[in-house]
C-alpha cells in the first residue's frame, strides 16, 4: 500500500486518531492493522496484542509503515525551525541520511 486511499484489510500500517490528546489515547502514529472494513467504522489490532479497536475511518489518518529512512529523515526535519521544513531541505536530509551521515551520541 503506498499511502493512496484507504489502507487494504490485514496489511500492518500506521494510524492515529485525529483528535487524540495525551490524556485520551496515544496522540501519535502507531503501528496497526486493519482486520475489517465497513463504509464508516474499522477495526484495528495492535501488535502483540488480542486487543481490538472499533473507530469511524473519517477519524483517522493513515499511512505505510515509515523505514528507518523515514523516521531518521523525520528526525532531523524536527530539528529545524518551521520555516526550514520545505520539500527541498528534506530531499538535503534523505541524501545525508543515505550517504551515512547519522547522529552522534554526546557523552
Same mark, same amino acid.
Given at each position: 500500500?503506498?499511502?493512496?486511499?484507504?489502507?487494504?484489510?490485514?496489511? &500492518? %500500517?500506521? @494510524?492515529?486518531?485525529?483528535? +487524540?490528546?495525551?490524556?485520551?489515547?496515544?496522540?501519535?502514529?502507531?503501528?496497526?492493522?486493519?482486520?475489517?472494513?465497513?463504509?464508516?467504522?474499522?477495526?484495528?489490532?495492535?501488535?502483540?496484542?488480542?486487543?481490538?479497536?472499533?473507530g469511524r475511518i473519517e477519524d483517522y489518518?493513515?499511512? &505505510? %509503515?515509515? @523505514?528507518?529512512?523515514?523516521? +531518521?529523515?523525520?528526525?532531523?526535519?524536527?530539528?529545524?525551525?518551521?520555516?526550514?521544513?520545505?520539500?527541498?531541505?528534506?530531499?538535503?536530509?534523505r541524501a545525508l541520511y543515505r550517504a551515512?551521515?547519522?547522529?552522534?551520541?554526546v557523552e
Amino acid at each position: 500500500w503506498d499511502g493512496e486511499g484507504l489502507p487494504p484489510i490485514g496489511v &500492518p %500500517i500506521e @494510524s492515529k486518531h485525529k483528535g +487524540a490528546t495525551p490524556e485520551w489515547a496515544n496522540p501519535d502514529f502507531h503501528e496497526t492493522t486493519i482486520v475489517a472494513m465497513g463504509k464508516q467504522i474499522a477495526i484495528f489490532t495492535h501488535p502483540g496484542s488480542d486487543l481490538e479497536t472499533v473507530g469511524r475511518i473519517e477519524d483517522y489518518d493513515f499511512r &505505510p %509503515i515509515r @523505514s528507518e529512512e523515514d523516521r +531518521a529523515v523525520e528526525a532531523m526535519l524536527e530539528e529545524l525551525a518551521p520555516s526550514m521544513k520545505t520539500d527541498g531541505v528534506q530531499v538535503v536530509c534523505r541524501a545525508l541520511y543515505r550517504a551515512g551521515y547519522r547522529k552522534q551520541e554526546v557523552e
